[in-house]
């Protein structure tokens, strides 16, 4: 597949370019962090990102006063393996080079999406983007012509993604309801759906 800049205007149904803060500390807080080399890890909340000062600062402007939580996801991954949409945007910041393979929610019909709706998006080091309440993802891919693994950031609304809500379902929507604010696409050759979750990917599982 064509993977196209973040700064290609495509990439605006998806979200846009978070400018003006300062990085650093939380991306030498996230180099830190956990990193292994044959898998992906996500902590939904870390002290170490928290604590950063800007981490008031995009919770006041950014979010709007929202409560939020920072965490990172890092490892290595090649496959799309399944898409993710919370009630929220989602703020990623590269520690690393990495690849976003985002689709639209817009485009999901009868409850599957066809991954060659999906577009794969290269981030730079230091690169920081706001992705959309309607833009599905999951875990970032590493850039493997630059890195041998990819360190991210992601900023949530608070409580995202920490457990799961005990539900009685009272449409098809809830059958995707794989976390707290968390709602999973996953595709069929994926341990996500041999352990239930919901099959709503068609298509190749997209590799790069």
């Not at 978070?18 to 996500?42: H, M, R, W």
């Not at 485009?107 to 794969?120: F, I, M, R």
């Not at 999951?138 to 900023?155: L, N, Q, W």
Request: glycine share 10%.
């Amino acid at each position: 597949m064509d993977l196209l800049n973040c700064s290609d205007k495509a990439f605006n149904r998806y979200g846009f370019e978070v400018i003006g803060y300062d990085f650093t500390g939380l991306i030498d807080a996230l180099n830190e962090t956990n990193c292994p080399k044959d898998s992906v890890t996500y902590k939904a909340e870390h002290d170490a990102l928290q604590n950063q000062a800007v981490c008031a600062k995009l919770q006041s402007n950014l979010f709007g006063g929202l409560p939020i939580q920072l965490g990172y996801c890092n490892g290595h991954n090649l496959k799309l393996n399944c898409l993710e949409y919370h009630r929220g945007s989602e703020l990623i910041v590269a520690g690393t080079p990495l690849v976003l393979l985002l689709a639209d929610l817009r485009d999901v019909e009868n409850g599957s999406l066809d991954t060659s709706k999906v577009e794969a998006f290269y981030i730079p080091k230091g690169g920081a983007f706001l992705t959309y309440e309607t833009t599905l993802h999951y875990a970032p891919c590493t850039m493997a012509k630059e890195c041998d693994h990819f360190r991210s950031v992601i900023g949530l609304i608070k409580g995202t993604n920490v457990g799961k809500p005990e539900i009685d379902s009272v449409n098809d929507g809830d059958k995707k309801l794989w976390a707290t604010n968390k709602w999973l696409l996953a595709h069929p050759d994926t341990n996500e759906a041999k352990h239930g979750a919901y099959i709503g990917l068609t298509g190749e599982n997209i590799t790069l």
